[in-house]
């Protein structure tokens, strides 16, 4: 009986692990790989690099970062692209987490692998350049108080600085703080998330000062009503954001490909132009102090996707044809 | 509107009156604490619905009442609603400090509840009692070495060398290697499982079966493609060169990009806005009940 089956029914009833098998090396291989993959940035990326465009060397933003390492494939991308960015135009900011105790080790990780790429005249100095506040439990109740008055929620709050020879100094009196009076003083606010901390940052801080947010892309969907409402301002969703914001960092933003050939296209946004990110590194084009995680992953992300369209097919056709022997026999 | 709690939390740390102070809220919580697990039930109830209704009365009054708008640090409130206005615009960082240490204390009661089931299997050696030793050690040394490592960076290192990884001794490497060595990577590690049962659930679950589930897939599908740069820009080219590059091409209309775009903004993001306002009248609901006492459950 089963000689006389089709390719597709036999494949019916084939071991899963032969696909998990064929997903390990596929993905494997595109980690391997980094082919330049030519991709338009979606309009919510385009958003977010904007607004950072928009940012001057003095200003000082919050980020957020919400994220542990469950969800790094996407989320540490996304802080990398940022903090890179924030760091070449010299961007002063306060980081801290309203989500996860696990969040303020995993961040400062990635901001020390960073710091250490840097020349050290161009390195990040906590208390001068960043701050770091740690873990805020309550999210709900945290965010509305650092909406109502950023000088009360954060009143008392010391930090050590380098080369003060370890005495803490009062937050509000470092140079990252000390033009900060009110939350609107503030450049804008990155949210760094795999979950629904952006809502809250929505619904107590908007109107406050320009809020974005980076989200793997399981969250994407969730937010996309407050970018289309305009509630926040850039949004890069999951390792396709990444991918975008390296590819903006890289070459610019619709600039005149005589000038900059590295620089990408979006049809929608064709009058956002923004500048590619000046490395700060001597030696290094923009391109390769920009390109991290986003190219290296999105290959294997590409890879992916194809073999999960051809499972969908293939399990379909074989679906149809077991179908079709009932209805013949 | 200088409130009592700012004068505790207005203390210089290891000052003697903020030890007087932390000694007395010790014994009043334990007064309390003793106080509520003597009390009868029907003692309980109202007990937690006063607490609650006070809490939620605060942020409810926050909310309604007209708040300073642009308030200097030298405004003073005119008339009894600036006043008031004022008060709960001082009192809300007091209030969500004490919101933020409460909830602070659930990590106390997780690793109470985690330690009183695993020692407990532990010591009776009952079935997997093997991976609750492994936990328990891996608690314990995560705590050491997390502490010894703050510690070091705290209070051995004034000129913040240890922010390089070349200046690390044993501890750091070693709170590394536990930290994001074992403990992220092997979170990483679960999360990423996700990848197969997708892939095994695309090829033996994902069926067209019916008009939804047609539907289902063909949006699938353009969102999957949208985000696969290389298929875009090959079809992408491929309506360039047909429409000559016109940007006002109704063509263009046909793209990936574009139809995932109208996808996103005319399919789901009504979809989701419908399911908040659902979600948010379901949350509305409960809040109130919880507030009002309603809510029966969880209080006895």
Redesign the interface.
Known sequence: MSENLSIWEKMQSFD?RW??LV?IVL?TFGLFVSPD????PD?SSVGLYVTLDGLDENDTILIQSDW??????ETLGHLEALLRTVMAKRIKFVMYTFAD??AP??SR?AL?RL??ELPEDKRYK?GIDYLELGY???AE??T??LG??IR??W??RKT?V??N??DEMDIFRTPVLENIQKLEDCGMICVVTPSNTIDIAVERLSGKLPICCMCTGVVG??I??YY?AGQVAGLAI?L?GV?DMEMMMAGGLNLDKADYPNSVRS??Y?ENKALPVVSPIEGKSSADYSLGRGKKY?AA??I??????L??I???IG?YAAKRRERNA | MNLPLAAI??QDPGSGALIGYLVGAFILGVVMMVAMTKMPTRGRKPSVWIATFASGFF?FLFWIWPSPINRGPSDLPVGFSEKVGFGL??A??K???I??I???F??GLGIYSLLHVHLGRLFKKQKDWQFSLILVVSMVLMIIFGYWDWMQRQFN????LL???DNWGFVNYSF?LL??GL???M??A???MI??F???A???A???KSIEATVL?ASA?IM??S????V??VY?NMIDSMTGGD?GHFL?DAKI?AVA?WV??TM??PA??AL?FGVGLGALAMGLRLWLGLEKGGVS
Not at chain 1, 68 to 73: D, H, K, L, M, V
Not at chain 1, 304 to 309: G, I, R
Not at chain 2, 157 to 160: G, K, Q
């Open positions: 899963r696909l998990y997903l993905v993959i030519p991709a338009q309009e542990t390492n469950s969800t790094r494939g105790p696990q080790q995993v990780d020390r710091n250490d906590l805020f439990p309550n109740g945290a509305q108080s109502n008055n009360t929620f009143e008392g050590r380098e080369g020879g370890g969907p969730q996309l009503p289309n999951g396709k991918y049809d929608k064709s999105y992300l590409n992916a996707l194809a073999l999960m369209v499972a969908v293939a399990g379909n679906m | 939390w207005g942020y615009q001082d809300l960082p209030v969500a400090n919101a933020i409460l909830t602070a659930l990590l290192d004034p000129d913040l922010a390089k990884m590394d930290f994001d403990l992220q990577q979170d990483a679960m999360f990423s990848a197969f997708i892939l095994s695309a090829y033996r994902f069926r067209i897939m599908l999957i493609l985000i696969m740069g290389a875009d820009m992408s940007p263009n990009t775009s996103k903004n789901q993001v989701l806005r908040e």
